[in-house]
């Protein structure tokens, strides 16, 4: 399988590490001081599932431009900010028979996808994993927690989707090809948008949360203001996927905070409030939920960035 991977930072660079293990044949688009690095070093990723380092195929804009082969696959691992100049980059590899899988943050990103290439074209992809780009250049996976669902998301899509599957489940880690990757997604969003506006929110973790007064009460506010946008979009979360959101956003021993909340404690310049919170309230709106605690988390991450925009400013 020929893939193009947008990136080689901690979520493209890790699964394109495994998939060049598991024989895939991987090119890296990347920006110039990224491919310095990997000609330097190689790609580096130190996991408890096992290290790789090895030298690594990369091209950049300019040459995806001036070479424009269509690729199998390409996967996307940006932040829902960069969307815009991800799909730019990417556009001359595309080809009639291309399929794009994003693993990203949102639904909202699938929609802008959909309507630049055609929704035949992108397929649907959920990670679970706990990685980042170190100070050296090299990705690091925390913990052993792997976890990725594909689907086709068209009929069209279907081989592509069972081809990948298939070489990611030879390497470590949970490999699911659902069959309902729309509820997948769904499933998804709706975990990471409550954890993240209460932890972004509260600026603190799950546990330090719970372990307020009405920690747990607010939590369970939350999570069914987002529930109720699931279910009014046609996607009701099942039972046994609200039991494991209880079960994760409510323990009192749970240290974990969404990533971006992290960024926010590190002043990261830039958040996807927009796609995974902002358009979870816009959402709600528009059906005439009642949405305060999500309402206010999204009002605190614009008061951030505005903050942020100041500062660089």
Known sequence: MNILVLGA???????????????????FLVRPGRAARLAQDGLVVRSELGAFQRPVRTIDDAGVRANPAAYDLVLLACKG????????????????????LP??????????????????HVMGGVSQ???????????????????VIVGARDAVQQSAA????????TTPGSRTLSDNIDQALWNKWMLIATGALMTCLMRGTVSDIART??????????????????????????PAVV???????????????????????????????????????RRAVGFGHDAPI?????????VYEAHQRRTVA
Request: proline share 3%; with cysteine.
């Open 81 to 100: 900010y960069d969307l815009e100049s991800a799909m730019d980059a990417i556009a001359p590899a595309i080809g009639a028979q291309t399929r794009i």
């Open 162 to 169: 069972e081809a990948f599957h298939a070489l990611l489940q």
């Open 103 to 120: 693993f990203l943050n949102g639904l909202s990103v699938y929609e802008r996808l959909d309507a630049r290439f055609g929704r035949a």
């Open 9 to 27: 930072g901690a979520i493209g660079g890790y699964y394109g590490a495994r998939l060049i293990e598991a024989g895939a044949d991987v090119t």
């Open 294 to 302: 999500a309402q206010a988390a999204y009002c605190h991450l614009q």
């Open 129 to 147: 994993i706990a990685t980042m780009l170190e100070a050296d250049g090299a990705i690091g996976h925390y913990g052993k927690l792997d976890v």
């Open 213 to 238: 007064q009405d920690g747990k009460a607010l939590m369970r506010r939350a999570m069914a203001e987002s529930l109720a946008v699931a279910t009014a979009e046609g996607f009701p979360i099942p």
């Open 243 to 281: 039991a494991q959101m209880e079960a994760r956003l409510l323990d009192e021993n749970l240290d974990w905070m969404a990533s971006m909340a992290r960024d926010i404690v590190n002043h990261a310049p830039r958040l996807e409030a927009d796609d995974v919170i902002g358009d979870l309230v």
